[in-house]
């Protein structure tokens, strides 16, 4: 564990309520997140995690209830706010990876740069640095299917953190890959973590995943019940 979070937040979650249809599936959540902190919700299926991540990151609206980043309430943003918003501010990490088949890693990386307004030319140039970081130098031309599940778990990083956000969201970024793999993402985080001041909200059912974090919350049919320290994770 490494960096302490600075003491004001920032994102809150207030009140969050969710429904769909008659089924309520998310029950007056509230939260903080700090900034360089690392936060695990953990809980069974079906508890909640992934919608309240979708929420969280607007790709879904509340019925009830605010989340605020940075000071900015995200409900007071119009839909083209909202994304760029979303593009400048938050990245996102999911266990399938998500990446387009068609295009190689280095162009999956850069899209998000060339959304928020670069060139192509800057947004492949930066994307191509990143990867270098991230030890896929000789990866760059490859296509999702040419990867491992490894490598593309490290492609999927680099896209989420092009465009320098402040929080990542990651949705059991780890499910899918091997006893190796995993760790080396786990620790992929905690150097992201150091080397660039990055928030992480970490959705997860394991345990190892769950402990890496400061912070881990217990979701149960929508609600949270349980706060502990990571190496306490509640699985």
Same mark, same amino acid.
């Given at each position: 564990?490494?960096?302490?979070?600075?003491?004001?937040?920032?994102?809150?979650?207030?009140?969050?309520?969710?429904?769909?249809?008659?089924?309520? @599936?998310?029950? /007056?959540?509230? !939260?903080?997140?700090?900034? =360089?902190?690392?936060? &695990?919700?953990?809980?069974?299926?079906?508890? *909640?995690?992934?919608?309240?991540?979708?929420?969280?990151?607007?790709?879904?609206?509340?019925?009830?209830?605010?989340? @605020?980043?940075? /000071?900015?309430? !995200?409900?007071?943003?119009? =839909?083209?706010?909202? &994304?760029?918003?979303?593009?400048?501010?938050? *990245?996102?990490?999911?266990?399938?990876?998500?990446?387009?088949?068609?295009?190689?890693?280095?162009?999956?990386?850069? @899209?998000?740069?060339?959304?928020?307004?670069?060139?192509r030319r800057e947004a492949m140039a930066e994307a191509g640095e990143l990867l270098r970081r991230l030890s896929l130098g000789d990866r760059l031309d490859h296509r999702p299917a040419e990867l491992s599940g490894g490598e593309k778990q490290r492609v999927a990083v680099a896209r989420a953190i092009i465009n320098h956000p402040e929080i990542v969201l990651a949705d059991e970024p780890t499910g899918a890959l091997d006893s190796v793999r995993k760790r080396?993402?786990?620790?992929?985080?905690?150097?992201?973590?150091?080397?660039?001041?990055?928030?992480?909200?970490?959705?997860?059912?394991?345990?190892?995943?769950?402990?890496?974090?400061?912070?881990?919350?217990?979701?149960?049919?929508?609600?949270?019940?349980?706060?502990?320290?990571?190496?306490?994770?509640?699985?």
């Amino acid at each position: 564990m490494s960096s302490t979070p600075t003491d004001a937040p920032l994102m809150e979650v207030r009140d969050i309520y969710k429904s769909f249809g008659r089924l309520e @599936i998310l029950r /007056g959540i509230s !939260l903080q997140l700090h900034r =360089g902190e690392i936060l &695990a919700i953990v809980g069974a299926s079906g508890a *909640g995690k992934t919608t309240l991540l979708q929420v969280i990151g607007t790709l879904d609206a509340p019925d009830r209830g605010e989340v @605020i980043i940075g /000071g900015e309430r !995200l409900s007071a943003l119009s =839909g083209n706010r909202r &994304a760029a918003f979303r593009n400048r501010h938050l *990245g996102f990490v999911f266990q399938s990876h998500q990446l387009m088949p068609e295009f190689t890693a280095v162009e999956n990386v850069a @899209i998000p740069a060339m959304i928020s307004g670069k060139s192509r030319r800057e947004a492949m140039a930066e994307a191509g640095e990143l990867l270098r970081r991230l030890s896929l130098g000789d990866r760059l031309d490859h296509r999702p299917a040419e990867l491992s599940g490894g490598e593309k778990q490290r492609v999927a990083v680099a896209r989420a953190i092009i465009n320098h956000p402040e929080i990542v969201l990651a949705d059991e970024p780890t499910g899918a890959l091997d006893s190796v793999r995993k760790r080396e993402l786990l620790e992929l985080f905690l150097r992201l973590r150091e080397e660039e001041g990055l928030s992480f909200i970490v959705v997860t059912h394991d345990r190892e995943t769950a402990e890496i974090a400061d912070r881990s919350l217990l979701l149960s049919d929508g609600r949270i019940v349980s706060e502990q320290g990571g190496d306490e994770a509640p699985i």
